[in-house]
């Protein structure tokens, strides 16, 4: 199954997916330009483990789901920081993060995963509550070779996910409202029309601290 690309805007990433564990088997190779042009394609049954290769402040989320609800089934972040992640080895090149198996955190730098030393990665309620280079959340199925999107964003460390299209009508349109039974008819419709668990908190949290009704 080919794994479905959300791109953000002026994304630059690399991807190597490996078939098996340890970044070893079948290697697929995909880019993504700032220009939203793609090289290559990835699918779900090859990506068990990979390298990341993207400019600081580039995150990538892995989803087993390829819907609006991705957020309600097993995903894992990886945010490319600076000071944390494998830094550029050369003037030009990407700095770069490998993980030897998508269902344990492990140092940017390592290779091979241990088996006796093996731990996932953060687990969080809420995609805004997420902290460090990697999180996400576990359950069935498992990571590999069960992703299904990818989504790539570019976000300052720190900074919340770029507003969407439809959080942002939805911001614009409340910011209009005068009145305040309108104001809550408009709040709970807006709130059914956002999808995603993370664009409905993200709306909430700026009508708690930018709307007074």
Known sequence: MKIELRLGKYTRCDIVAYKAINLAGKRTTL????????????????????????????????????????????????????????????????????????????????????????????????????????????????LKSNIQMIIFERVEVGEAPPLTEAENMARVLLSLSKDAHNFQALRSKALETLKQKREKASLEKWIQNNIKN
């Open 31 to 142: 880019r993504v330009f700032p220009t939203g042009s793609i090289q290559g394609k990835l699918f779900t049954e090859d990506l068990k483990s990979m390298i990341i290769r993207a400019p600081y402040g580039i995150r990538v989320i892995l989803c087993t789901s390829n819907q609006d609800d991705w957020e309600e089934h097993p995903y894992r972040c990886i945010t490319m920081e600076k000071g944390v992640v494998i830094p550029p080895t050369e003037p030009g090149s990407l700095p770069g993060v490998r993980i030897p198996d998508l269902d344990f955190l492990s140092t940017p730098s390592t290779k091979r995963e241990s088996e006796s030393l093996q731990r996932t990665y953060p687990i969080i309620e809420n995609f805004a509550d997420g902290e460090g280079w990697s999180f996400g959340t576990i359950g069935s199925p498992k």
